[in-house]
């Protein structure tokens, strides 16, 4: 059975980083495409980041020169969502999802969930 469980997030003060982590069982990393989204309270869920099967990744939110970094642990089957230089408009809740294909901003497409995480940005 695919699962995903995430750990991380928090409360931080702006111009913080935090690491959200999301870890696999029931499939391996290098077949799946890991997609981190995030959403807003009253808004919509959005891509945030993606890694695809073969290690590269692409970002959907570009909101300033790397700050956010997907990366992932083949040997633990952990994806990693690096976040710095945080605002207060990055407060959501942020979530994990997994697609045995290539990358994609579409939700539906993915079949796996994580159970989500609470990131706050404020002072």
């Known amino acids: 059975q695919l699962q995903l469980v995430q750990s991380g997030g928090g409360l931080v003060q702006p111009g913080g980083s935090l690491r959200l982590s999301c870890a696999g069982s029931g499939f391996t990393l290098d077949n799946y495409a890991i997609a981190w989204f995030r959403q807003a309270p009253g808004k919509d869920r959005e891509g945030v980041s993606c890694?695809?099967?073969?290690?590269?990744?692409?970002d959907y939110v570009h909101s300033g020169q790397g700050q956010f970094t997907i990366s992932r642990d083949i040997a633990k089957n952990t994806v990693y969502l690096q976040m710095d230089r945080l605002k207060p408009e990055d407060t959501a809740v942020y979530y994990c999802?997994?697609?045995?294909?290539?990358?994609?901003?579409?939700?539906?497409?993915?079949?796996?969930w994580g159970q989500g995480t609470q990131v706050t940005v404020s002072s």
């Open positions: 999802a997994a697609w045995p294909n290539f990358c994609t901003p579409r939700l539906p497409n993915y079949n796996a």
């Open positions: 890694i695809r099967s073969d290690g590269s990744s692409i």
